[in-house]
């Protein structure tokens, strides 16, 4: 059974955009839920924080392939 909401100009412009070939806006919204990045949940990291972990997460990275190719 489908429902109908009502959302801003602003959010159905951003969900157009993010919209792929042959989706639906139910297709969409799904899709955006269903994100898991911690960049995705700004309700508990900022933009300065998410973008310290990534800065970490990449520096981890690095370390872990100097270190994979010491053993090579």
């Not at 959302?7 to 951003?14: P, T």
């Not at 990291?45 to 990275?61: C, G, T």
């Amino acid at each position: 059974m489908a429902k109908t909401i009502a959302v801003s100009d602003d959010v159905y412009e951003m969900l157009s955009k993010t919209k792929m070939k042959g989706e639906s806006f139910s297709d969409v919204i799904k899709r955006l839920l269903k994100r898991q990045k911690i960049s995705d949940i700004p309700k508990i990291l900022d933009d300065s924080e998410a973008d310290k972990i990534k800065e970490l997460i990449e520096r981890q990275k690095e370390v872990d392939l100097a270190r994979l190719k010491g053993l090579l």
